[in-house]
């Protein structure tokens, strides 16, 4: 199966409204992301498919990864790397059979509960969190700490993707603390700083030697 980036950028406009969700990923490509994550909860095809369009033509030309958060559908379309599904959306299950096998599922885990009734699924990274807190989710709920996120971890074979009040700086700790964690994802910390590229290289500095 596909190795999923260490690096997720998560695109939004709501956070934020001076950059589109194809200047988010430009930005973050030129920078070196190896993976883009475009979320849309208002998602019309009317209004925003020529966006995601030009967001997968984006992440094409540099050789990186497109992760489409809740629609399948829209993932082939566009042939985006994979698909992320919460634990409201669409069964894992019903997402296996209608996409083709190039496509990967990543998953989000709140409880370790959940997490084993999906551990036998073919995904290719598990998102755990919010780690620390976070306006990015309502109702939000509590972090989990390094601590708890150490737990999962441990108790998870699928890569895991931390998410959730993330920094450059908590990057940095999160992958001192806990060597065996695969990646992070952001979305405040980039897309509402003052100059989200360098928030971006940041977060690729924050990585372990490898």
């Known amino acids: 199966m596909l190795t999923i980036g260490r690096i997720h950028i998560i695109t939004d406009t709501t956070l934020q409204s001076r950059y589109s969700h194809v200047d988010l990923a430009r930005m973050a490509l ?22 995601v369009q030009e967001v997968a033509r984006l992440v094409r030309r540099h050789g990186a990864q497109l992760i489409i958060n809740d629609y399948v559908d829209l993932a082939v379309e566009v042939g985006a790397t994979g698909v992320h599904l919460g634990e ?15 496509i990967v599922i990543g998953a989000s885990v709140h409880s370790l509960e ?3 009734a999906i551990a036998h699924l073919p ?3 598990v ?20 601590e708890g996120l150490r737990q999962f971890v441990g108790a998870i074979r699928h890569p895991v993707i931390a998410i959730g ?42 990585l372990p030697p490898s």
């Open 165 to 206: 009040g993330i920094t450059p700086e908590r990057a940095k700790i999160l992958f001192e603390s806990i060597p065996t964690l695969h990646g992070v994802a952001v979305v405040s910390a980039f897309c509402t700083a003052d100059d989200p590229k360098a928030v971006a290289y940041e977060l690729l500095q924050a």
């Open 123 to 125: 995904l290719a990274y």
């Open 88 to 102: 409201e959306d669409m069964p894992i299950e019903e997402a296996i059979r209608r996409l083709p096998p190039f």
């Open 127 to 146: 998102g755990v969190g919010p780690v620390f807190e976070t306006q990015t989710k309502v109702p939000a709920r509590p972090p989990l700490g390094i």
């Open 114 to 116: 959940r997490y084993k």
């Open 30 to 51: 030129e920078a070196g992301v190896p993976t883009i994550q475009y979320r849309r909860k208002d998602f019309s095809r009317e209004q925003h498919l020529s966006e």
